[in-house]
């Protein structure tokens, strides 16, 4: 079983910036690959950032050069910046992994943080 509890979603203003945080439980937590995803009201949610154990990482085209993925492994942490944010950006932001016991794949999901940007 893995837990993940994000954090850092707020309020901000077009063209501001924010950071969310999330905390995994596990003792494994460097041989996690990470998500972050998003859903807007209405909308499926989506992929916005992934970053494998291995440090190689990957982006939507909506936030490539805007956002950027990082994890502490000794916090068992891992961090979205996002910066220049748009009102399409608003969202509430999941963190997710994916782990296979066996032959069978768990995912695993936060409760969500949310964003909103303001015009």
């Known amino acids: 079983q893995v837990q993940l509890v994000e954090s850092g979603g707020d309020l901000v203003q077009a063209g501001g910036s924010l950071r969310l945080s999330c905390v995994a439980s596990?003792?494994?937590?460097?041989?996690?690959?990470l998500d972050w995803y998003r859903q807007a009201p209405g909308k499926q949610r989506e992929l916005v950032a992934a970053?494998?154990?291995?440090?190689?990482?990957v982006y939507a085209d909506s936030v490539k050069g805007r956002f950027s993925i990082s994890r502490d492994n000794d916090q068992s942490t891992l961090y979205l910046q996002m910066n220049s944010l748009e009102p399409e950006d608003s969202a509430v932001y999941y963190c997710?992994?994916?782990?296979?016991?066996?032959?069978?794949?768990?995912?695993?999901w936060g409760q969500g943080t949310q964003v909103t940007v303001s015009s």
């Open positions: 997710h992994t994916a782990q296979l016991y066996g032959s069978r794949w768990s995912d695993y």
């Open positions: 970053l494998s154990s291995g440090g190689t990482s």
């Open positions: 596990g003792s494994h937590f460097y041989l996690y690959d």
